[in-house]
């Protein structure tokens, strides 16, 4: 077994080995040794990788146009983000994505990676800085604060896109239940009580319209993360960026994305703002709450099977009970419901860390970041499982709603305009203390004809509006 090799490089602090392979650096194997704490590492979330080295290409091709770096430097630096995007180096980013320094370390490691690897295409080693230097070609005209910030806006961007494709793919599946049940006529419910009857068909569409209300409010505010503040380097006074930086990288970040970036207007306001993040955490909070309302309605649904609604049916995912036989618990919708707990949680976490902020700069972006990432990962994931292992497979028991609408005393809200409310509510009375049919007791005491009442009571005609001939 051959022994490991290291090289030694140095910071402000003093020295430490480095694997002799590894891309990152020092500053990067510091965040190593200090950082243990969600074991959640940056090298697992893709889009945040790809989405910083979007930033550093888009900084060495404003620092090449205004002069500031040389062809060569600049053509490797460029290189080594373009092969970061592709796919390549993810797994030099070790660290873990909760620590301090408000984001220096994530900086910092892809300064390394993107200098080492730059080193390579140039002809040096790893290491030898003075060729390529992190913080002085890869960081040029930067800061963490204004290079973080911006990473977790296109990370956030692009992970929205996925989130509304799962979303989408959802909307149609429930749509297309909603075709199927069009015709299943069931009860209706209020506060958990009769209320007058609708169709399955009807209340699948509403589950649709309902999601399709949170595209459109993902979208509204995936906006506001579109102002950057590329340019405003420590606090947003642009120290140590050239004149003309913001705005030409906001432009050339624009054009390798396809996203449209501007630059803020005023970047020292700019820089310890996170009042986009609350905004688009809020989104999905708001999609979260939607969603496990659903999953509580579906689970209520096929409650039973024998002493429950037993009006619709899951696929049955998996046994129940490690003591009772036969048992078959709603195992989808329940894990559903936790996904949506967690990013109500993170939604509390990201307001509390956003109104943490002091001065010229919003240290706590970390817990911001990760819990974005976390609710935009596990919504996408829970959806997509939820389209696929349950909605699709779902059928409805038509006999069963038949059989409630019929004995449901929550009919007799059709007949106030024929025999008026308090008429009405004497009657549902009599037929709860009797257990008899709102039917037969209209009949018994000729309040209506057979003719008039068969119309009224017919469900088909309580689904939709329609002009009452007394």
């Known amino acids: ?98 620590q301090g320094g408000a ?38 005209g930067q800061s963490t604060n204004d290079v973080y910030p911006t990473t977790i806006r296109l990370a956030l961007i692009r992970m929205n896109k996925s989130l509304v494709a799962a979303l989408t793919g959802l909307i149609s599946a429930l749509r297309y239940k909603g075709e199927e049940f069009k015709d299943v006529i069931k009860m209706g419910r ?73 630059s803020a207007s005023d970047l020292v306001e700019a ?50 009970s490690s003591i009772m036989p036969g048992k078959v618990n709603p195992v989808i919708p329940e894990v559903v419901n936790q996904v949506c707990f967690k990013v109500i949680g993170n939604d509390t976490t990201v307001s509390f860390a956003a109104e943490a902020g002091q001065l010229q700069l919003n240290v706590m972006e970390p817990v911001i970041t990760e819990s974005l990432i976390e609710s935009l990962l596990w919504l996408k994931n829970a959806i997509e499982t939820l389209t696929e292992e349950c909605v699709l497979g779902i059928t409805v028991n038509k006999e069963r709603c038949y059989e409630m609408v019929k004995n449901s005393i929550g009919i007799v809200t059709a007949l106030n305009p024929y025999i008026g409310y308090k008429t009405s509510t004497k009657v549902a009375k009599e037929a709860l203390e009797t257990n008899r049919s709102i039917y037969d007791i209209v009949l018994e005491k000729g309040l209506m004809t057979q003719e008039k009442l068969d119309e009224a009571l017919d469900p088909r005609n309580m689904l939709i509006s329609h002009k009452i001939v007394k």
């Open 190 to 262: 209020t506060q958990l009580q009769d209320a007058v009857p609708m169709t399955s068909g009807q209340e699948f569409n509403a589950y649709a319209n309902n999601l399709e209300e949170e595209i459109l409010n993902l979208e509204r505010n995936v906006k506001l993360l579109h102002e950057i503040n590329m340019g405003g380097t420590a606090i947003g006074t642009g120290l140590n960026a050239v004149p003309g930086f913001a705005k030409l990288c906001a432009a050339n970040l624009s054009k390798l994305t396809g996203e449209a970036f501007v």
């Open 271 to 320: 820089t310890p703002d996170t009042g986009a993040y609350v905004s688009y955490s809020s989104a999905l909070k708001r999609l979260a709450i939607k969603l496990s309302k659903i999953c509580n309605d579906l689970r209520l649904m096929a409650s039973g099977p024998r002493c429950g609604l037993n009006e619709i049916n899951l696929p049955p995912k998996a046994p129940g």
């Open 1 to 98: 077994m051959s022994e490991k090799k290291f090289r030694v490089e140095s910071d402000l602090l003093g020295e430490l080995k480095i694997p002799v392979e590894a891309y990152y650096g020092v500053q990067t194997q510091r965040a190593i040794n200090n950082y243990h704490i969600s074991r959640k590492q940056m090298r697992s979330y893709h889009d945040f990788i790809i989405a910083i080295a979007y930033v550093k290409l888009a900084a060495v091709q404003t620092n090449h146009t205004l002069g500031v770096i040389n062809d060569e430097i600049a053509g490797a630096i460029s290189q080594a983000c373009r092969e970061i995007i592709d796919g390549k180096f993810h797994e030099d980013f070790p660290i873990d994505m909760m």
């Open 103 to 140: 984001g220096t370390s994530v900086n910092m490691n892809a300064n390394e990676v993107i200098a080492n690897r730059a080193l390579e295409i140039m002809g040096h080693e790893k290491g030898d800085y003075q060729y390529c230097y992190p913080n002085d070609h890869c960081n040029c």
